[in-house]
């Protein structure tokens, strides 16, 4: 069974930074591509970041680029996404997921359950 949790959301002014965590499995963790997805009330899910499980690869959504960084920890099996000048429009519910499948643009299989980020104006 493969898990991943969240954590790290919260109620931020817009121009600020969050950063978010997601821990895995050891195993997941060293051969899983994993990703973080956002679903704002009313919206469809959006693809927000991926990395592979290298970290050789990486990929953003187009509204974050520039803003928002994926990255692994190692040490700790986590993958953290440091979002920096937040707007109000990345208000949503942030997920983190994992897939077998080499590129972080793939389908993705396991999914956490949520972590909610509110940017206030």
């Known amino acids: 069974q493969v898990q991943v949790v969240e954590s790290g959301g919260g109620l931020v002014q817009a121009g600020d930074s969050l950063r978010l965590s997601c821990a895995a499995s050891?195993?997941?963790?060293?051969?899983?591509?994993m990703g973080w997805f956002r679903q704002a009330a009313g919206k469809e899910r959006e693809f927000v970041a991926g990395?592979?499980?290298?970290?050789?690869?990486?990929y953003y959504g187009e509204s974050v680029k520039g803003r928002f960084t994926i990255s692994r920890g190692y040490a700790t099996n986590t993958v953290s996404l440091q979002m920096n000048s937040l707007r109000p429009e990345d208000t949503a519910l942030y997920y983190c997921?994992?897939?077998?499948?080499?590129?972080?643009?793939?389908?993705?299989?396991?999914w956490g359950r949520g972590t909610q980020v509110t940017v206030s104006s």
């Open positions: 990395i592979s499980w290298s970290g050789g690869i990486t």
């Open positions: 050891a195993r997941t963790f060293t051969t899983y591509t």
């Open positions: 997921a994992a897939t077998p499948r080499l590129s972080p643009r793939s389908e993705y299989d396991y």
